[in-house]
């Protein structure tokens, strides 16, 4: 069989890197459990109708379908692309025994047939949280938000060595508001030239507001001023306020980011900053809006991103509004291995090897490695009862930091310790229980 080739955009970690996407995954999980998020998990299929509802994403949607099915076949069942879909369902099936404002995170797959580059990848891991009201849910949960997600972020800037995180803030109700100050009917259409502000500059957004939505040129500098501010605090609303337009969602959304602003100066100084120009070109945000920039990897673009949504779904009875940011794992870490500035210490849990004497000792040496998990100490029995000088030489190349011998000695093969040990008290130092995410000195 010829060596396969590697799928581009279906990236694979070795075990090593696996293990730092494994602690990372796990740091998450506790910082939202902190915060009494409880954890789901949603199929990987959804109906097509549900998935290409909004149009933007249909080109980028894996079907699903049975090698044999009949060629007229109708396409029913497509991968997820989001976790916000799976979610929005999940909500509407299971709202008679969810309690609300309902609390979720949820750490996922999902896939997405769009060209791979670094940062996107066709499939890739979330790690979504969002917190859903039944009619109502109320505005100090979109100060909350990001708030959790910048305390996850900032645990993984300080326990991992993984780049520190800003994260951009603005309102759709200042925007539309400012926009509708000024006399725009369609404020959706501004809000997605301008969202183009990074990719193409002022000018060309510009024009094109000029051309496509049919503003004058004093109107769409207006429109380039307001997105041009910038600030740590809440200075912006003076700023805002300067340019001389009045509306009352504009007054709104002021109050609401300015509150958010406020709250994250306080709380984790630095990490947040009000930016006018953030849209989030999607339609169903209505409030706050999120992205979020990896320091030296900005080139990648938002590492997390959401917002605010009037109506996540609704059964025709009942609307379930939320706040939901997702932070995109594989985005983070697969840069950051595949350039080795994030290693595990060792590439294996394995803290020790019991080395066997003979094969006909082999149970003794099992019944050693049995004492020593009973206690939580990882280990494994060597795979041939070679001599010693070679069993060390495999623990040595598997990244095993301990050997443990019959005579009751344990030796440190990275020292040359070697010194008695009981099989029911010794513990080895607490750096080497289990491998740890290191930072590269070079990176």
């Not at 394995?350 to 080395?355: D, G, S, Y």
Request: hydrophobic content about 40%; proline content about 6%; aromatic content about 6%.
């Amino acid at each position: 069989m010829a060596r396969p080739k590697p799928l581009s955009g279906f990236p694979e970690f070795t075990p090593a890197g696996r293990i730092v996407e494994q602690r990372v995954l796990a740091s998450l999980a506790d910082t939202f459990e902190l915060h009494g998020f409880g954890s789901i998990e949603t199929r990987a299929v959804e109906p097509m109708e549900q998935l290409t509802r909004k149009g933007e994403i249909d080109k980028e949607v894996f079907v699903v379908r049975r090698l044999h099915a009949a060629a007229d076949a109708v396409d029913e069942l497509g991968l997820h692309f989001d976790l916000t879909v799976p979610f929005a369902r999940y909500v509407l099936e299971n709202a008679g025994h969810l309690t609300f404002p309902f609390r979720r995170y949820q750490i996922q797959k999902a896939w997405r047939g769009e060209r791979p580059q670094e940062g996107r990848y066709r499939e890739f891991t979330q790690a979504d949280i969002d917190i859903v009201g039944s009619e109502t849910l109320a505005a100090h949960h979109d100060v909350e938000l990001p708030l959790v997600t910048l305390e996850a972020l900032e645990r993984l800037h300080i326990d991992f060595g993984i780049p520190p995180a800003t994260m951009s803030v603005n309102n759709r109700q200042l925007s539309e508001g400012f926009y509708r100050g000024l006399g725009v009917e369609d404020h959706l259409a501004v809000l997605q030239r301008v969202d183009k502000l990074d990719k193409i500059g002022p000018d060309a957004v510009a024009d094109l507001l000029v051309e496509e939505v049919g503003l004058t040129r004093a109107a769409a500098g207006k429109c380039l001023a307001l997105a041009g501010i910038r600030t740590g605090d809440a200075s912006f609303v003076d700023q805002v306020t300067s340019l001389g337009i009045e509306h009352p969602l504009l007054t709104a959304g002021l109050e609401l980011l300015a509150d958010v602003v406020t709250a994250a100066a306080a709380l984790v100084p630095g990490r947040l900053v009000a930016d006018l120009k953030i849209a989030r070109g999607l339609d169903y945000y209505t409030g706050t809006v999120y992205e979020t920039t990896m320091a030296g990897y900005e080139s990648m673009g938002s590492i997390s991103s959401g917002g605010r949504y009037d109506s996540l779904a609704s059964d025709g009875r009942t609307t379930y509004p939320g706040v939901g940011l997702s932070i995109g794992v594989s985005r983070i870490l697969v840069p950051l291995v595949g350039k080795g500035v994030l290693t595990a210490s060792r590439p294996v849990p394995t803290c020790v090897l019991v080395a066997v004497d003979a094969e006909e000792t082999r149970f003794e040496a099992i019944a050693t490695a049995t004492r020593l998990r009973a206690r939580g100490i990882p280990c494994e029995v060597a795979p041939k009862a070679d001599r010693f000088g070679k069993q060390i030489r495999y623990a040595d190349r598997r990244g095993i930091p301990f050997v443990w011998f019959s005579s009751g000695e344990v030796k440190d093969i990275r020292s040359g310790e070697q010194s008695p040990a009981d099989p029911d008290a010794w513990l080895p130092p607490d750096a080497d229980l289990r491998p740890a995410v290191v930072r590269s000195p070079l990176a």
